[in-house]
């Protein structure tokens, strides 16, 4: 049964609780390391905890007239930062609201959310709240304002399916204004925002750093109202639901297997667990031409690619891109030789995994040095079996991988 029949009251009222999303304990902590759930990087020379989108805008506008870095910092999930001390400014958004812009029933509803806001808090939210589109997406850490930046996707969603609008701060002109779905650009972990960080193009050929051109203020969501799932585009979770690829099924279903489904591979994250200090997946699913991806064993994982939309167009999730396809980079390490918890040495503190080969690790105590030279290892072997170059997918400040060889 679907809520949008039965007026805007959820079917189930029963509240969705939130997971973890961030590590940050020690809130007065300049020390990078305390800001990432990773747990590396030294120690920022200024820290700004802004708490209203004004304070936001002045200290960014404050160390961009200075000629100063700027690290704008979110969950700190999808961040490897260099152990040495960074000579800029970190501005961190604290703010967690959110504002219901429009509501019509069976028409949708449009929602506002603050950057800061946890992730994990908006989805649980909206599940909460039989606004279907955003369930899949559970459990992943991190903020609002980090989330179309990266395009973040998962279990067959991806949240450019319900981004309407986003709000930003544009440090080249220096106002606030709005970037339009069909403005971001947006395709497999990629925006035009995240472009912005080392494309001098969209900058009249200046390059802003770790942190783009583009600060995310809020981010505005269109979901339908619905007590079911959008139609379930994976085949792992469609496997767990006991149900086929594309049928719908109670949101709080998806959710729920979905965080299992993490949970098993210690991707949600928790203290008593160091598989979990991580950045997540740390390389992004190599996409190679067809040709090439048809090379590979009849048992390595080959998907499309969705399209990335030109500017002007909103994404379309049936438009793939022609000519490649997508294999799982997951499947490429485990078979170049390396297993679940490999460390380049036995006395290293960093190590792959011991639950998932996707993800690298600080076991207590590692060094940004220690996480680089691991992941060149992996991404150098992986080359030289396959010959295929996997891409790192977080951001890294203040270092980056060697050229390959």
């Not at 767990?240 to 979905?258: C, E, F, I």
């Not at 992986?382 to 170059?389: D, H, N, T």
Request: charged residues 25%.
């Amino acid at each position: 049964m679907d809520t949008c029949s039965t007026g805007l009251e959820p079917l189930n009222p029963e509240k969705v609780d939130a997971v973890q999303s961030n590590r940050q304990y020690k809130k007065d902590s300049k020390d990078l390391r305390d800001w990432t759930t990773i747990g590396v990087g030294g120690t920022a020379k200024n820290f700004v905890s802004a708490t209203t989108e004004d304070e936001i805008v002045e200290a960014v506008r404050e160390a961009d007239n200075a000629g100063e870095p700027v690290l704008f910092l979110g969950g700190g999930s999808n961040l490897v930062i260099s152990d040495d001390d960074f000579d800029g400014t970190v501005v961190r958004d604290t703010r967690s609201e959110y504002h219901i812009e429009h509501d019509s029933g069976c028409g949708g509803v449009v929602v506002r959310a603050t950057g800061g806001m946890e992730w994990d808090e908006f989805v649980a939210l909206a599940v909460q709240n039989d606004w279907s589109g955003l369930e899949a997406l559970s459990g992943i850490p991190g903020t609002v304002g980090a989330a179309p930046v990266q395009n973040i996707g998962a279990y067959g969603q991806e949240v450019a399916d319900t981004i309407a609008a986003v709000r930003v701060y544009d440090r080249l002109e220096q106002r606030r204004s709005t970037l339009f779905l069909s403005d971001l650009e947006l395709g497999y972990r990629t925006s035009i925002l995240k472009r912005s960080t080392n494309d001098p193009s969209l900058s009249d050929g200046r390059v802003w750093g770790p942190t783009g051109r583009w600060i995310v203020l809020a981010v505005e969501f269109q979901m339908t109202h619905a007590s079911l799932s959008t139609p379930i585009g994976y085949a792992e979770l469609a496997r767990r639901l006991g149900v086929n690829v594309g049928d719908r099924v109670d949101q709080r279903a998806v959710r729920n297997h979905v965080l299992e489904l993490r949970r098993g591979k210690s991707m949600l994250l928790d203290d008593e667990n160091r598989n979990t200090f991580s950045a997540g997946s740390f390389f992004t699913n190599p996409i190679i031409p067809e040709g090439e991806a048809r090379k590979l064993p009849d048992e390595a994982p080959k998907f499309p690619v969705r399209a990335i939309a030109p500017r002007g167009k909103a994404p379309d999730p049936k438009k793939m891109q022609p000519g490649v396809l997508k294999t799982s980079a997951a499947w490429v390490i485990n078979h170049s030789g390396f297993d679940r918890g490999f460390k380049v040495n036995p006395d290293s503190n960093a190590s792959l995994s011991t639950a998932h080969v996707l993800a690298l690790t600080n076991r207590g105590g590692a060094t940004t040095a220690e996480l680089a030279e691991l992941a060149t290892v992996v991404r150098d072997g992986v080359f030289e079996r396959w010959g295929i170059e996997l891409v790192p997918e977080p951001i890294r400040v203040g270092w980056d991988l060697p050229p390959l060889n």
